[in-house]
């Protein structure tokens, strides 16, 4: 009888949903700005992504069966798919499908098995895969494909307007002179524009995180505070000097900026758990991109924000926890 009374330690709250489905809703979520891929850059589009998804889902298989020698199935779950896809949405649709593939054997082999998988990774495994590609192979990264023109990415490649803009400045140009060779911002918010496959459309990737805070797949704190953030210092550096620094609208439009604040900032293993604590998360990101992006050499810097703040939530969990239930302050 007293060992019917033994429990497991909290938390004891279960959300109802198990990991596949909290999994299959993300990749829904993800449906529109991968329809708007295809648009933009047709079959190289389907491609990748299908190759990334493939090759995440094996390597995730193999490892288990033959390194770790266990019959456990994660691969299948869902978690191995979403990695795929998100590390598709972050290269361009010229990458050779070798450097994506090897990018894949990162993601998940580095980024996620070496620490013991899904809920153990303290880094999102796309992101490490992204990185990975983008110090190993800068010049195939960076060859950006320009919108409709992927049957002839040989002979076509465009910047995109974070690189416009980076460059621009580096040849003492004005933003405003910079501005009128980037494209507007509704083509930004629409996708007509070069980028990566998952960075084309504001509008698509604005869907799938509206679905997902619909479906309390994720909550507002992360993507709100990263976007506020970025908005508010952004500004501040505009009103500075608005000959050196874009108006905030642009950070917020352009790179992968909504990509990682709804799909990738907000992944439930590698942020924090408390409130208060993803506010100061999001925070950090937003103000580490625009460094990044301003200060920096990359054009873009939330991949980089990302990773060096999933590194500071161990950290953040330790100081700022949830309140326990019952306590009265």
Same mark, same amino acid.
């Given at each position: ?186 083509? $930004? !918010?629409?996708? *007509?524009? &070069? #980028?990566?496959?998952?960075? +084309?459309?504001?509008? =698509?990737?604005? /869907? ?40 905030? $609208? !642009?950070?917020? *439009?352009? &790179? #992968?900026?909504?990509?990682? +604040?709804?799909?990738? =900032?907000?992944? /439930? ?61």
């Amino acid at each position: 009888m007293i060992k019917m009374l033994i429990v497991s330690p909290s938390p004891h709250i279960h959300s109802g949903r198990s990991v596949k489905q909290i999994m299959y809703s993300v990749l829904l979520a993800l449906i529109p700005a991968f329809v708007v891929s295809l648009y933009v850059f047709g079959i190289a589009a389907l491609q990748l992504t299908v190759i990334a998804i493939v090759s995440c889902m094996f390597f995730e298989f193999a490892i288990q069966k033959f390194l770790l020698k266990t019959d456990k199935q994660s691969y299948t779950d869902g978690s191995a798919a979403i990695t795929g896809v998100l590390l598709a949405f972050n290269v361009p649709s010229s990458l050779p499908v070798w450097m994506l593939v090897l990018g894949c054997f990162i993601a998940i082999g580095v980024g996620k098995m070496t620490f013991g998988g899904l809920g153990n990774n303290p880094f999102n495994p796309a992101l490490v895969g992204r990185v990975f590609l983008l110090i190993s192979f800068p010049v195939q990264m960076t060859n950006w494909p320009m919108p409709h023109l992927s049957d002839l990415i040989d002979a076509q490649s465009g910047a995109t307007p974070l690189s416009l803009m980076k460059e621009g400045l580096a040849r003492g140009e004005s933003v405003s002179s910079i501005m009128k060779s980037v494209p507007s911002y509704s083509a $930004l !918010f629409f996708g *007509l524009k &070069g #980028g990566s496959l998952g960075e +084309v459309s504001v509008l =698509a990737l604005l /869907m799938g995180g509206a679905f997902m805070l619909y479906r309390k797949i994720i909550s507002w704190h992360i993507p709100i505070s990263i976007l506020a953030t970025m908005f508010l210092f952004s500004g501040i550096l505009y009103i500075y000097d608005p000959n050196s620094f874009v108006f905030p $609208l !642009f950070h917020l *439009l352009s &790179g #992968g900026t909504m990509l990682a +604040v709804f799909f990738m =900032a907000t992944d /439930m293993v590698t942020s924090p758990m408390s409130k208060p604590g993803m506010l100061v998360y999001g925070v950090f990101i937003g103000l580490i991109t625009i460094i990044i992006r301003d200060f920096g050499a990359y054009p873009e810097g939330i991949s980089f924000a990302i990773l060096f703040m999933n590194a500071l939530v161990p950290l953040i969990n330790k100081y700022i926890k949830p309140q326990r239930f019952g306590h009265k302050k």
